[in-house]
């Protein structure tokens, strides 16, 4: 069974940083691409970040670009969003999500966790 868990989230002041981290289990995550999204209240769920299975592609939304670093660690089947220079409006609902390719175009993703909250106050 396929399971995705963020942690990290929480609430931070703007210009601060946060670290989002999402573990999988219950299949071979290191062959698969993974990436980032996050929805805030009234909004569409955008994406925010992508990374290939082995770490050689990445991806970023313009809004975040300079500002978010994706990456994984697939001996921990872990994936992780380093933010830094949070703004109020980065505040959202992040989700972790997994496609079933090594490289996966935003509308491919298939496995979601259950999302981890960042609030950003000014």
């Known amino acids: 069974q396929v399971q995705l868990v963020e942690s990290g989230g929480g609430s931070v002041q703007a210009g601060g940083s946060l670290r989002l981290s999402c573990a999988a289990s219950g299949y071979s995550s290191s062959s698969k691409c993974m990436g980032w999204f996050r929805q805030a209240p009234g909004k569409e769920r955008e994406g925010v970040a992508r990374i290939s299975s082995g770490s050689s592609m990445t991806d970023y939304a313009n809004s975040v670009k300079g500002r978010f670093t994706i990456s994984r660690d697939n001996a921990k089947n872990t994936m992780y969003l380093q933010m830094n220079n949070v703004k109020p409006e980065d505040s959202a609902m992040y989700y972790c999500?997994?496609?079933?390719?090594?490289?996966?175009?935003?509308?491919?993703?298939?496995?979601w966790g259950q999302g981890t909250q960042v609030t950003v106050s000014s």
């Open positions: 999500a997994s496609g079933g390719a090594s490289w996966c175009s935003w509308g491919d993703y298939n496995y």
